[in-house]
């Protein structure tokens, strides 16, 4: 089968290119990876290489042992993904030790993977084990609003839960077990990907400070989609701060409770907090 015609390299490269139409993938900024089924590596398994080595990941990964992932190329640009997908993203799989892996397809030339693999591998590790297995997107982007707001607003998970879910109600609706912030950290270390990994255990987004934003997904609509929905409500969230930094009016905690209601979100009281 033409690996370029499957349901997910199609879905994968979609992804690639709204976000790089949303403005959030400048340069070689952003990365996205997929964990392939069982049928999708079945299917393309014949186009797959032995040629290229066994490489480091940079961390431990022992509970996707065996898996594949389809993943963007570190330094290169979602803009040519859609223009050149193999020479700007690769299928790599993981060896039985969970700290290596090697390249079976794309990534042409001699191509790694993101700078981001061990934040990348260490999340899907963590949403492999959560709700069995369901989760299969982990993106990555830099949004101009969200970036913004971690300059002016503290760094916790519990305001930019609270200020983001005040700016719309489908924010509560999407992502009602909240958001996840990480403080200012050296990208592609091992200890972002430990910090960051942590956090995916109990969100299914998480804020770099002025760097950009993580979101986890079944799939590449639900991934995409939350930080679509989170960079909108940061975007109004900037406009108020601009218009006037004190709300005239807001969605209260008590309206947050009402919502939690009727759509059985079961919002948790630490961010239902009076201000
Ligand atoms: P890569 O080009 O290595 O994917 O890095 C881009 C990025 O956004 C790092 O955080
Ligand atoms: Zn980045």
Not at 52 to 66: C, E, F, N, Y
Not at 237 to 262: F, G, H, M, Y
Request: with cysteine; charged share 25%; net charge negative.
């Amino acid at each position: 089968m033409d690996i370029l015609k499957t349901d997910f390299i199609r879905d994968f490269i979609k992804t690639t290119d709204d976000g790089y139409k949303q403005g959030w993938h400048e340069r070689n900024g952003g990365n996205l990876s997929y964990r392939m089924k069982e049928s999708d590596v079945e299917a393309v398994r014949e186009h797959f290489t032995g040629d290229r080595p066994w490489m480091d990941i940079g961390t431990r990964v022992p509970d996707l042992a065996g898996e594949y992932f389809v993943i963007t190329g570190t330094g290169k640009y979602f803009r040519n993904v859609v223009l050149h997908p193999e020479a700007n993203i690769g299928i790599i799989e993981i060896n039985a030790a969970g700290d290596k892996y090697k390249v079976r397809w794309g990534l042409k030339d001699g191509g790694r993977p993101t700078s981001e693999l061990p934040t990348h591998l260490m999340n899907h590790e963590v949403k492999k084990k959560a709700a069995n297995g369901a989760h299969r997107v982990i993106y990555h982007c830099h949004p101009a609003n969200i970036i913004a707001l971690t300059f002016v607003l503290p760094l916790s998970d519990k305001v930019f839960t609270r200020e983001l879910w005040e700016m719309m109600p489908e924010c509560p609706v999407v992502f009602p077990e909240g958001i996840g912030v990480v403080e200012w950290m050296v990208p592609g270390s091992r200890e972002i990907a430990v910090v960051s990994s942590d956090l995916m255990k109990k969100y299914n987004a998480v804020i770099w400070a002025h760097h950009g934003l993580f979101c986890s997904g079944e799939d590449f609509d639900t991934a995409f989609g939350l930080a679509h929905t989170i960079e909108k409500a940061a975007e109004i969230l900037v406009k108020v701060l601009s218009i006037r930094p004190d709300k005239l009016q807001t969605i209260t905690s008590e309206n947050l409770r009402e919502l939690s209601k009727a759509f059985r979100l079961d919002l948790p009281e630490e961010f239902l907090y009076d201000k």
